[in-house]
C-alpha cells in the first residue's frame, strides 16, 4: 500500500529554473492538496484539487501551478524559481473535501533554490 | 479566518514521564475538526490524534489524550508514559466542518512544537 508518493526527496535549483514536483495517491482520493513548511510557519496550503480536472488556489499560489488529469497525480509546477520559495513541500490527499477522514501526506521534498 | 497558536516552541520531558503540549485557536465557527500531527526527523507527517467538535468527549489514542475545551478555545495534548520515540515536531492543526466557502478544506496548521524526551 503505497499512499501519497512524492518524488523527488530532495532537490536544488538555480534562481529562474523552472521544475516539477511530482504527487501520486492510490488510494483513489478526490481530495488532493499541496503545501510548504516554513520555520516558524506551520504548512500553508498552495492549491487544492477536488477531482480530476479541477484546481483552485490555496493560500500561498503565487508562483505556483497545478493540474489534475487523473484522481491519482497532482503535479506541482514551479515556472521560474526563486529564493523565497526554500521550502519543504508536501502534497496530501483525503478521501473527499468534507468530512473527518484522516489526511494522508507524502514524506516531503526538500527544495533549496540557489 | 481561523488561525491556531502553539506557544510553546519547544518543550522536554523525562522517559515515563506526562508531558502536555498547548495550542489554542480563533474561529467564529461552531463545527469543526482539531488534529494533533507528529513530525519524527524523518519528516513525515503521522495524525496522533483528531477531535470533532460537536463532540464534548476528549479523544484519547493509547497514551496520547486531549484536553479540548470548546469555550476556551483550546485543545492540548497529553502524552503519558513518554517515550524516546515519542521525539518530534508536534503540530496542531484546524479544519472547518463546512468544506465551502473560503475554508476550501483545508487544514489551518499551528506553528509547531520540538518536544525533546531525555531518557
Known amino acids: 500500500n503505497a499512499g501519497v508518493t512524492q518524488t523527488p526527496k530532495f532537490q536544488v535549483l538555480k534562481t529562474g529554473q523552472s521544475m516539477t514536483l511530482q504527487c501520486a495517491q492510490d488510494?483513489?482520493?478526490?481530495?488532493m492538496s499541496w503545501y510548504r513548511q516554513d520555520p516558524g510557519m506551520g504548512l500553508r496550503l498552495i492549491h487544492y484539487?477536488?477531482?480530476?480536472?479541477?484546481?483552485d488556489q490555496g493560500e500561498v499560489p503565487n508562483g505556483y501551478n497545478v493540474s489534475r488529469s487523473t484522481t491519482e497525480d497532482f503535479p506541482l509546477r514551479l515556472l521560474s524559481a526563486a529564493p523565497s520559495q526554500t521550502s519543504v513541500y508536501f502534497c496530501a490527499s483525503r478521501r473527499d473535501i468534507a468530512g473527518n477522514q484522516p489526511q494522508h501526506f507524502g514524506d516531503g521534498t526538500r527544495l533549496s533554490i540557489l | 479566518a481561523q488561525t491556531v497558536t502553539q506557544s510553546q516552541p519547544e518543550m522536554s520531558v523525562q522517559e515515563a514521564e506526562t508531558v502536555t503540549l498547548s495550542c489554542t485557536y480563533d474561529t467564529s465557527e461552531s463545527d469543526y475538526y482539531l488534529f494533533w500531527y507528529k513530525q519524527p526527523p524523518s519528516r513525515q507527517m503521522i495524525l496522533v490524534i483528531r477531535?470533532?467538535?460537536?463532540?464534548?468527549q476528549n479523544a484519547t489514542e493509547n497514551r496520547f489524550s486531549v484536553n479540548f475545551q470548546k469555550a476556551a478555545k483550546s485543545f492540548s495534548l497529553k502524552i503519558s508514559d513518554s517515550q524516546l520515540g515519542d521525539a518530534a515536531m508536534y503540530f496542531c492543526?484546524?479544519?472547518?466542518?463546512?468544506?465551502?466557502?473560503?475554508?476550501?478544506?483545508?487544514?489551518?496548521f499551528g506553528q509547531g512544537t520540538i518536544l525533546t524526551v531525555h531518557p
Open positions: 492543526a484546524y479544519r472547518s466542518f463546512d468544506a465551502g466557502g473560503t475554508s476550501y478544506g483545508k487544514l489551518t
Open positions: 477531535q470533532e467538535a460537536y463532540k464534548q
Open positions: 484539487s477536488v477531482g480530476a480536472g479541477i484546481t
Open positions: 488510494m483513489n482520493h478526490e481530495y
